[in-house]
């Protein structure tokens, strides 16, 4: 249980009353705040608070129930971030910077550095999905799922379909990005149709909310992989993740200049090798 001092106290409720106008609702959400589960840095709230992945007998139904639903409530959500905001507010205090420096204060808009760590380690609101940390709070996004069954052209797609995206996640021991934004780094997700198929529109949408967490890069890449086998209905998905560079290697300790990692989830036929259907071996 955290231990939140008078003037940590008085802090949130003088934000709180800023941002929603009364005080009124203060109580109720702040114990709200206090009961949920502490959760790890690659973990989502939402999938934390219904056990989600758990006994899905209806998968489209159950995804659409799931991604519907209510989301944390913007008012505890504020509630963390300025929380976040606060202690920040001493950690700087601690490394002895100047918090009066123009660079460093909280301005006319009441955003200052410690904010603005808040606001990209917890995301802007439960609905956010631009900040680094964002997708621990915000709901999966839906995809779209089309029956493989041949209707349009008489024939089922029992072939790899293949779709590149991007990835920006936070490494959990720094707090640093990783990500495919560099030359010559590539994200590919691969996956053989069997009763589904994906709209692809949509899988950029969900590699970021999977990515927006703090990971290690070889259980982003299963995860995405594991998740695509639950969402398709396949067995026989991919992953790659070739060339990504981290921030923690290459902008402090080693600073490496060309150092990369390359993760790959197989399952199915993939990890078989049965047939030709290894796309880059």
Known sequence: ??????????????????????????DENFTAYLNLPVFRANENIHEKLTNYKVDKKDLIDQENEFVKGNSVKAEIHWIMRELTHYYLMQAFDAMKVDQTDPNIAINALGKGTPGRIAKMWCGNDPEDTTELLSGRWNKEPALSVFPNDGSQTGEIVDYPISKQVDVVAVCSHHFLPFSSLEPNARVTITYIPKD???GISKLQRFADWC???????????????????????????????????????????ANTKNGNLTTVYKSGVFKEKKGKVLLNE
């Not at 249980?1 to 941002?19: C, G, H, P, R, V």
């Open 1 to 26: 249980m955290i231990n939140i001092t008078k003037e940590a106290l008085e802090f949130l409720k003088d934000s709180y009353q800023k941002k929603f106008g009364t005080l009124d609702t203060f």
């Open 211 to 253: 990515a927006s967490r703090g990971w290690l890069q070889e259980d982003l890449c299963s995860y995405i992989g594991t998740t695509i086998k639950r969402i398709s209905g396949s067995e026989d998905v991919m992953v790659e993740m070739i060339g990504l560079v981290h921030g923690c290697e290459k902008f402090r300790g």
């Open 196 to 198: 589904n198929l994906i």
